[in-house]
């Protein structure tokens, strides 16, 4: 069973378990420095989700028998260490919000690419319990990002353009 598609998916979980142990450290910062109520909910429910996100990339090791190991991920490191950068940048500024929003989009969409191959992996090799573990994961990944698109079209965007 291990093939290099299987030590490909192995690798890939153990990436995106570093990633989102990353995102637990950087959610809490985002919510606190966010203005809008709405996109600080968003931040504080997301963080939850994520917490269960690892919880589920956990599951999938110990359906596979396999040790819940992460690996370094310098994607994430990067993304978080930008959205740290844009934090400081525009901290007091009108644009803020947009700002983090861009930030975490960034870090959604990181995610959406990492659980669908994730997800086509698991179909293809049969891995059908963790395929839906994955699939739930990738579907509150979109919605945190299509949420997140609904604040910045209708709040966050508007303030910034508005302060000019």
């Given at each position: 069973?291990?093939?290099?598609?299987?030590?490909?998916?192995?690798?890939?979980?153990?990436d995106?378990?570093?990633?989102?142990?990353?995102?637990?450290?950087?959610?809490?910062?985002?919510a606190?420095?966010?203005?809008?109520?709405?996109?600080?909910?968003?931040?504080?429910?997301?963080?939850?989700?994520?917490?269960?996100?690892?919880?589920?990339?956990?599951?999938?090791?110990?359906?596979?028998?396999?040790?819940?190991?992460?690996?370094?991920?310098?994607?994430?490191?990067?993304?978080?260490?930008?959205?740290?950068?844009?934090?400081?940048?525009?901290?007091?500024?009108?644009?803020?919000?947009?700002?983090?929003?861009?930030?975490?989009?960034?870090?959604?969409?990181?995610?959406?690419?990492?659980?669908?191959?994730?997800?086509?992996?698991?179909?293809?090799?049969?891995h059908?319990?963790?395929?839906?573990?994955?699939?739930?994961?990738?579907?509150?990944?979109?919605?945190?990002?299509?949420?997140?698109?609904?604040?910045?079209?209708?709040?966050?965007?508007?303030?910034?353009?508005?302060?000019?």
């Open positions: 069973m291990d093939n290099e598609l299987h030590e490909l998916f192995l690798d890939e979980l153990a995106m378990l570093h990633a989102e142990k990353q995102l637990t450290k950087a959610l809490p910062k985002l606190a420095a966010a203005e809008s109520d709405e996109l600080r909910e968003a931040f504080e429910a997301h963080l939850e989700e994520t917490q269960t996100h690892i919880s589920r990339i956990e599951q999938v090791f110990a359906l596979l028998d396999k040790p819940a190991k992460a690996k370094k991920c310098p994607a994430m490191e990067g993304i978080v260490k930008e959205g740290s950068e844009v934090l400081d940048e525009y901290d007091g500024s009108p644009a803020l919000d947009a700002a983090l929003i861009a930030a975490a989009q960034k870090a959604e969409h990181y995610e959406i690419a990492s659980y669908g191959c994730l997800c086509t992996w698991a179909e293809s090799m049969g059908d319990e963790a395929l839906e573990l994955l699939q739930a994961t990738l579907e509150e990944e979109k919605a945190a990002d299509e949420k997140l698109t609904e604040i910045a079209t209708s709040v966050a965007n508007a303030k910034a353009e508005a302060a000019e």
